[in-house]
C-alpha cells in the first residue's frame, strides 16, 4: 500500500519540556518523524513548548510553534493550519495524553482532524489500568493481579486470594511514599492504614509482588497489513522492583532460550493485535519468573518510547522514522531498511554486540532524598556502549558514565556505618544508584554468587560476568606491570578495561599504560552498526570499538572535523548541549567538511547516524578520543560545544597535539582558574563581588566577617552549582564548609559576596577571535543567588535601561577579545544599583544557545561553528538584531521524583528542563511559559495562597490587591495575613499549615481552590512548614513562586493573561536561505 | 587452552582457541544470525556437514536442555563463536553447552573475530574449511593445502547420512485424524511435534523409501523433510516424489522442497551465501502477507526452470529467491524455510494448517 494521498498537512506534538522520564530521545524520535514526513511531501506542523530542541528549528517543518501544549493553543493551532491529521505517537505521554483529551472533548472531531499512529481506542485500551487488564485476560495472558481500596479489611479480603508478598501504593503520593511491601496480614493491615491516611483519595493499590522476577521489553511495530516485527528485545540486569528507566540494560536479551524468546514475541505480536496499534511502535514489558519460567505482561505503550529510542540505537533500525512512514500509510515492505539500502525495514535486526545502557542519577543533589531505586524513575540521563561482548560493553558504559569512575571501582564505604559485611547486605538488598560496584565488592570479597544473587536478585548469568571481571582484576593486580605480556594486555582490554582502570590496578600511570599499548600495538578496531549482523553489506557509517582482528572504519581522506559531544544527561548538562554538537554537526557538513561525531548518549539527535558522516559511538573519554583521533586524523577537534564533558578532556587534548578548534585552550584556564580569572578582571577594569578563597574553617571564617553575610559558597571546579550555596550567618557557614570540603578534598572552597536583590543577566556572544558581537541579552527574572540555569529569564530584556545594556555589551565584548574567543562565549552579569558585577565566563557555548537561537532566530552554534573553521563575524555578515518579541525561558524541576526533597531554589542547579513562552508583550510570553508547565491549571481554582517571611510581606501588599482586583480570595498564613489586613484588604481566609485542621491548607489544595502559592519562607525556625508547603504544591502541580520577583512577574501577567484565551500563537519565522 | 585455527579453502584463517571436544573438524563453513537457538540449530540435521559461526556473540548462555533437541544427536560438524559463557543460567538448564559439545566430542572454536569471517564469507561465499589446533608441525600452507582438498558441498548425499536406516512411528498427541508418511532427509523433532498437535500419525521412512512402499500405506498425505546436502544428487528421492506426485498430497519443508521441485522437473542451485537465521522476511502471495521466517539453506530453486504448472508462492524479501511453491497440477506444496522454527519466529506455522486443508480437500480425514 503505498502512501496515503488524501493527507496534506500533518500535525505533529513534542514531549513539552525534559523531566525525569521523558527526555530528549523525544526530540530525537520527533525529529526523525518530521523529516521522514517532510521527506514524503507531507506539510508538517509542529508544536512543542520546549526550545531546547533540534524538532523545533525552524525550517526542519513548514510550520513550528514554540507554544504551551494546552488545549487552547493546540485548538488554535488547528484552526490556523487546517490540518488533516494529528500524529500523537512521538511526543511521549504528554503529546499522547494531548491527544486523548482533544479526541474525548470532540475538538478534532469539529475541525475534522484524524488520528494517524494510533487511534484513541488503542490508546485508550493500552493505557487504561482496567482496559489494558480486560484486553490480556481476553487473550489468555497473565498481569499481577491488583486492587484499588478504600479500607484496610478489602485489603485483607484480596490477600486471600493473592499470595504474599503484597506491594501497597497510595494513589497519588509523591515518590510512593506511604507504601510497602507486606510478607504477612499485619504487616499488611499496618501499611495499608497508613498508606490510606497519607494517600489524598484515601486509595492504595493492592498488588501482587512479582519483585525479583527477570525483566524483558520487546520493541515492536506493526504495519496497517498486520505485519508485525520485532526490532529488539532487552533483558535487565535489575530485576523488577527497579524502574526499567532506573535499571541497567542490556540488548539483546541473553539468558532466555529461543523457546522462550519466541514465546513472548508470540505475546508481544498478540498484545500489539489485541490493543489494535495498527501503524507504530510499541514497547511491551514482560517479567519472567527467574526459577518456573512463569510470564507475566506488565505494560505496553503504544507509542514511540524511551526504550524505542535506545533500541533504535542499538540496532542501528530507525524506529521512529518507519513509525512515521507506516501512519502515512506504508507497509514494512514498502521501506527500504535504512543502512542496508538493499533489503526491507520489514525484518528484525540480527545484531552481533552486545549493548549495555546504563542510568545516570542525581542522588547528590537531593540531600533529603535517599539513594534508593524503587518503581518509580528517579534517573535524569543514561549512557549507552557496544562491545562485542557483555563484560567489553559493560565496562564501556561504566567508563562513559563521567561519575567519576574507570570501571569496577572499589566502593566507597565511608558513608555507611557498620560493619562492611553487614553494610554489603543491606546495599545489596536495598539497590542504590551505586548497586553494581557493590556487587562487585561484594564478590571482590569472595562471596558467593548464590548470595548476592539471593540478596539482589541479579541473574546469575550477569554475576558470572561480574565476577570474572573481578578475577581479572586480581591477575592484573597479580601479574604487574613487570610480569605482562602484550597479550595479556590484549585480554584484559577486550574485556573492556579502559587504561585509567588498568594503570590503577598495575600500579603505573595511565600514559604508561596508553604508551605501552602504542609499543605492543594493542589497539582498538571499530566494526559497525548494521542491522543485520554483517549478512549485507551496508553503506551507513556507525561504529564502535572493540579489540578484535579487522577495522572497518576506514577513513576517507577528505578534511573532517571531531565534535566531542556531552555524554550523559544530567541536571547541569542536558540537552542544551547536544543540540549544539547537532548543530556543529550541520554546519560542518554545510560547509564541505566531513562531521564525525562522538557521543555515548542513546537519547540524543547526535547519536543518530543520520546527523554526521560518522558517528562513533564511544565512551567520551581521552583514551576513547585518541584512538578517534589516530585514525581518523581530523583537522580539528571541537570541545566548547558539549558543556563540561569534552571541556574537561581539553588540556589533555591540547598537550597531546590534538587541534582544538576556536577559542584557544589557555583562555577556558583563563576563565575557570579563580585567580587568573581576578587578573583577567583588573586588567580589563571590570568588577566582581568581593570574594577570598578558603583552605580551611578559620580562614572562611575569616573572609566571611571581611566581605559580611550573606555569603555565595562553592568549591572551585563545579558544574551546575553542584554543592554551591548561600550562607546567612557565620553558624551555616561552619556547616558547609564541613559538607564542601569532603566534596572536594583538593580544591578550595570560594566564598564570594551575595549581591542581594541584584538582577542577573546572561549574555552570549560570539566571537571570531578579532571581533565580538552580542548573541542574546537574558534578564532574569529570579533575583541573584538562584542558579542561572534554575531561573526564568527573558530576551529580550524587559527592564534593563538601555545604559546598563550598553556596559553590559562593552564589558563583554572586552573579555571575548581578551579571551580571543572564537566561537561562543556566555557571560553572566549582576546588576545591583546601577553597578555591573561579572559573576562569571565561560567561553564555550552554554545552556542558553537554543533558547537563544530560538528566541533571536539566529543559528547561533552553527555561526560559531563556522567561526571556528575560519569565518569571519564579517564574512558571516552576522549582526546582532532584537527580536520584536518577547521570549521567556521558564524551567521545570523533578522535585516531585524525590521523595522529601525540597524544592526550594537556590545556588545550585535543579531543574532538568525548560520551556519557552513567546508573546508581543512580557507579560504574555510570561504567562504561556507558565501556561506551558501547569497546563491547564491557571484560571480554574478562585484562590491565592500568601505565605511570606517578613522582610517580603510589605511587597506583597500590592501583589495582594492586584490579585483583589481580579477576583481572586488571598488565603494566607497568620503572620502575612495581618499585614495584608492592616494595608485594607479584607476577606482575608487564614490557613494552618498542618493537615487535620478544617482550616488547613491542605483541605483548600485538595478541594482544587487554590490557583497559585506564593512561599518564600527561608527562616530556619518557618523551614519545615515551608517545606511542607512546597511538597503540597509539587503534589497538586501547581504554579508556586518561591522569590518577591517571580510573584510580582507572574501576578502582574496573570493580571493581562489570567486565561489562555487571550493568547495568540504564531509560528517562528523561516530562515533565510543561505 | 589450546589455540586452535580455522583455516577456509580461500587461503584465509581465523584465530581463537579451542574448547568443547579439543578436535580437528571439516565442513562447510556457514554462518546463522539467530540471536538464540544454538541447540536446536546444532542437533539440527541438516547441519550435518558444516562449520556453523554464530554471528550472535554470546554462546551458551541459558545452557542446554532435554527438550529442545530437534534430534537425538549434534550434527554441526563444529561451533564457531565469539565468546562461551561463562555459565550456564536458565531453569531449563541441565548442562552446559560446553559440556554437551565435550561429550559429544564436538570442538568449539572460540574468540574468533566471527563478524570478520561472516564479512569474508559474505564477499567470497560459503567454501570449506578446517578447524585444527595450532601446533608446530603443521604450517599454514599446509593446512591451507588441506583444506583447499577438502570435498564440496555441491555433490554430497547427506541426507543418507543422517536418515533414518529404519521406519518409525511418531504418534499423535490425541486422535489421529491423519496418517501421513515423512520421508526422512534429516528430519526435525519440531516439525513431526507439530504434525502429532494436528492430528497427524506419522511414519518416518528412510530417505530412499521407493515410492510403492510408501504408497501400500495407504496415507492421507505424504511429507517430504528437511535435511543437509546437495539435492541434485539424492535422486532416489526424487525418483520417488515424481512418482507420488498426484497419488498423494504433498507437503515439503527445505531440502524436502527441492527434492519436490526437481520432482517437478525445476532446477537447484548452490547460493553464493546461504540464508541461516531467523529473521528472513518472506511475502506469502496468497495473502500478501510478510512472514519473518526461519532460515537454513544452502541450496535454492531455479526460478527460470519452473515448469508451467509451478508457481512460487513465497519469495524472500531480502534477495528475492523462491521460497515456496505450489503444484497447480497436483495437490502439492513446499517451502523453503522453516515453518516448524525452533529456532525461530512462529509466523509460518499456518502451513501445516495448509496441509490439513489440502488434505482435507483431497477428501482424507
Known sequence: MPKRTDLHTILLIGSGPIVIGQACEFDYSGTQACKALKEEGYRVVLLNSNPATIMTDPGLVDATYIEPIIPHAVEQIIIQERPDALLPTMGGQTALNMAMWLAENGILEKHGVQFIGATPEAICKAEGRNEFREAMQSIGLAMPTSTVVSAVEDALAFAKTTPYPLIVRPSFTLGGSGGGIAYTPEQLHNIVSGGLTVSPTSEVLVEQSILGWKEYELEVMRDRKDNVVIICSIENLDPMGIHTGDSITVAPAQTLSDREYQVMRDMALAIMREIGVDTGGSNVQFAVHPETGEVMVIEMNPRVSRSSALASKATGFPIAKIAAKLAVGYTLDEIPNDITHKTPACFEPSIDYVVTKI????????????????????????????????????????????????????????????????????????????????????????????????????????????????????????????????????????????????AFLLEVTVSQVSKLRREWNVLPVYKLVDTCAAEFPSETPYFYSTYEEENESLPTDAPKVLILGSGPNRIGQGIEFDYCCVHAAFAIRELGYEAIMLNCNPETVSTDYDTSDRLYFEPITFEDVMHIVELERPLGVIVQLGGQTPLKLAKALDEAGVRLLGTPFGSIDRAEDREQFAELLRKLDLKQPRNGMARSLNEAVQIGNEIG????????????????????????????????????????????????????????????????????????????????????????????????????????????????????????????????????????????????????????????????????????????????????????????????????????????????????????AYMKAQAAIYSTKLSDSRSVFIGVRDVDKAQMVPVAQQLVRQGYRIIATKGTANVLEQSGITDIQCVRMQPGHPDSLHDFLHRGEVALLINTTRSRKRKMDATHIRRLVLHYNLPYCTTVEGAQHYVQSFAKFGTPDRFRYASLPMPEAS | MTDGLLVLSNGLYFRGHLLGAPMEATGEVIFNTSLTGYQEILSD????????????????????????????????????????????????????????????????????????????????????????????????????????????????????????????????????????????????????????????????????????????????????????????????????????????????????????????????????????????????????????TSHNHGFAVEETSLPNDVRVTHRNLNDQTVEGLESLTHPAYSVQYHPEAAPGPHDAQYLFNRFVTLMQAQGRA
Open chain 1, 359 to 502: 542510568p545516570r542519577f542525581t542522588f547528590e543533589k537531593f540531600s533529603t532524598t535517599p539513594d534508593l531505586l524503587g518503581t518509580q524513575m528517579q534517573s535524569v540521563g543514561e549512557v549507552m556502549a557496544i562491545g562485542r561482548t557483555f563484560r567489553e560493553s559493560f565496562q564501556k558504559a561504566l567508563r562513559s558514565m563521567e561519575t567519576g569512575t574507570c570501571g569496577l571501582d572499589e566502593p566507597d564505604y565511608t558513608k555507611h556505618s557498620g560493619e562492611p559485611d553487614a553494610v554489603l547486605e543491606k546495599l545489596l538488598q536495598y539497590p542504590s544508584s551505586q548497586r553494581v560496584w557493590f556487587v562487585a565488592d561484594a564478590l571482590r570479597r569472595g562471596w558467593s554468587e548464590e548470595r548476592v544473587q539471593q540478596l539482589s536478585h541479579i541473574d546469575p548469568w550477569f554475576l558470572a560476568q561480574i565476577r570474572s571481571l573481578v578475577t581479572a582484576e586480581r591477575n592484573i593486580r597479580k601479574t604487574g606491570r613487570s610480569d605482562m605480556t602484550p597479550v595479556m594486555l590484549r585480554n584484559w582490554k577486550r574485556l573492556g578495561f579502559s587504561d585509567e582502570r588498568l
Open chain 1, 709 to 924: 553575610y550573606p555569603l555565595l559558597l562553592r568549591p572551585s571546579y563545579v558544574l551546575g552549582g553542584r554543592a554551591m550555596m548561600t550562607t546567612h550567618s557565620e553558624e551555616q557557614l561552619k556547616e558547609f564548609f564541613a559538607e564542601a570540603l569532603s566534596v572536594a578534598p583538593e580544591h578550595p572552597v570560594l566564598i564570594d559576596e551575595f549581591l542581594v536583590g541584584a538582577v542577573e543577566v546572561d549574555v552570549d556572544f560570539l566571537g571570531d577571535g578579532e571581533r565580538a558581537e552580542l548573541g542574546g541579552i537574558m534578564e532574569h527574572i529570579e533575583a541573584a543567588g538562584v542558579h542561572s540555569g534554575d531561573s526564568a529569564c527573558v530576551l529580550p530584556p524587559h527592564q534593563l535601561s538601555p545604559e546598563s545594556l550598553r556596559t553590559l555589551e562593552e564589558q563583554g565584548r572586552a573579555l571575548a577579545l581578551e579571551l580571543k574567543v572564537c566561537g561562543l562565549m556566555n557571560v553572566q552579569f549582576a546588576i545591583k544599583e546601577g553597578e555591573v558585577y561579572i559573576i562569571e565566563v565561560n567561553p564555550r557555548a552554554s545552556r542558553t544557545v537554543p533558547f537563544v537561537s530560538k528566541a533571536s532566530g539566529q543559528p547561533l552554534a552553527k555561526y560559531a561553528t563556522r567561526l571556528m573553521l575560519g569565518a569571519t563575524l564579517e564574512g558571516l555578515g552576522y549582526r546582532y538584531t532584537v527580536p520584536d518579541d518577547y521570549s521567556v525561558k521558564e524551567t521545570v524541576f523533578p522535585f516531585a521524583r524525590f521523595a522529601g526533597a525540597d524544592a526550594e531554589l537556590g545556588p545550585e542547579m535543579k531543574s532538568t528542563g525548560e520551556v519557552m513562552g513567546r508573546g508581543e508583550s512580557f507579560e504574555e
Open chain 2, 45 to 292: 540435521p541438516s547441519y550435518a556437514g558444516q562449520i556453523v559461526t554464530m554471528t550472535c556473540p554470546q554462546i551458551g548462555n541459558y545452557g542446554v536442555n532435554p527438550e529442545d533437541m530437534e534430534s537425538g544427536t549434534i550434527h554441526a560438524a563444529a561451533l564457531v563463536i565469539r565468546e562461551l559463557s561463562l555459565v550456564a543460567s536458565n531453569w531449563r538448564s541441565t548442562q552446559t553447552l560446553d559440556d554437551w559439545l565435550t561429550e559429544q566430542r564436538i570442538p568449539i572454536l572460540e574468540g574468533v573475530d566471527t563478524r570478520a569471517l561472516v564479512r569474508t564469507l559474505r564477499e567470497t561465499g560459503e567454501c570449506s574449511g578446517l578447524i585444527v589446533p595450532v601446533d608446530s608441525q603443521h604450517t599454514l600452507d599446509m593446512l591451507r593445502e588441506e583444506a583447499l582438498a577438502l570435498p564440496l558441498m555441491v555433490g554430497q548425499n547427506l541426507a543418507r547420512r543422517v536418515s533414518t536406516r529404519e521406519l518409525y512411528a511418531w504418534p499423535t498427541e490425541g486422535e489421529v485424524r491423519f496418517r501421513i508418511v515423512a520421508y526422512d532427509f534429516g528430519i526435525k523433532h519440531n516439525i513431526l511435534r507439530l504434525m502429532a498437535q494436528q492430528g497427524m500419525h506419522v511414519t518416518v521412512v528412510p530417505w530412499n523409501t521407493p515410492a510403492s512402499e510408501v504408497l501400500e500405506m495407504q496415507p492421507d498425505g505424504v511429507f517430504l523433510s528437511n535435511g543437509p546436502g546437495d539435492p541434485a544428487v539424492v535422486t532416489e528421492a526424487v525418483e520417488a516424489v515424481s512418482q507420488l506426485l498426484g497419488q498423494v498430497p504433498i507437503f515439503g519443508i527445505c531440502l524436502g522442497h527441492q527434492i519436490f521441485s526437481l520432482a517437478l522437473g525445476c532446477q537447484t542451485y548452490k547460493l553464493k551465501c546461504g540464508h541461516h537465521g531467523g529473521n528472513h522476511p518472506v511475502m506469502d502471495y496468497a495473502t500478501e502477507k510478510i512472514e519473518i
